[in-house]
């Protein structure tokens, strides 16, 4: 089992998903006043959409998006931003495939 997830590792590496993840990293790292500037605007909306308290916080959302919309402009930004979101669909219909027909039992969470 190990040597299959290292040859889908490798997959990974090699899709082009991942080469224009990498690749727009790279560019956006470049100037780094603009990576950490995206950086905080993905930092502040990754913890505004971990809370789990039922409330909705488009508002709040919205909010950083018009706040950081200068950054989110920016086509090094804004290309790396499209990466990413491509790469995370890839590797989200990835899990579910791994995960397909098996039966783990999560009933301590409740």
């Known amino acids: 089992m190990i040597d299959s997830a290292k040859c889908l590792n490798q997959a990974i590496k090699e899709s082009d998903e991942y080469k224009d993840y990498v690749q727009a ?4 790292r470049n100037n780094k006043e603009l ?4 950086n905080s605007f993905r930092r502040k909306n990754f913890e505004l959409q971990s809370y789990e308290d039922g ?9 950083l998006a018009l706040e950081y919309e200068n950054v989110l402009r920016h086509p090094l930004v804004n290309g790396f931003l499209v990466a ?6 890839k590797m989200t219909v990835m899990y579910e495939e791994i ?8 009933s301590y969470m409740e």
Do not use: C, F, H, T
């Open 84 to 89: 990413e979101q491509m790469l995370s669909r």
């Open 35 to 38: 990576y950490d500037a995206m």
């Open 99 to 106: 995960a397909e027909g098996l039966e783990l039992d999560y």
């Open 55 to 63: 409330i909705n916080r488009y508002q709040e959302i919205y909010g």
């Open 25 to 28: 990293l790279d560019k956006v």
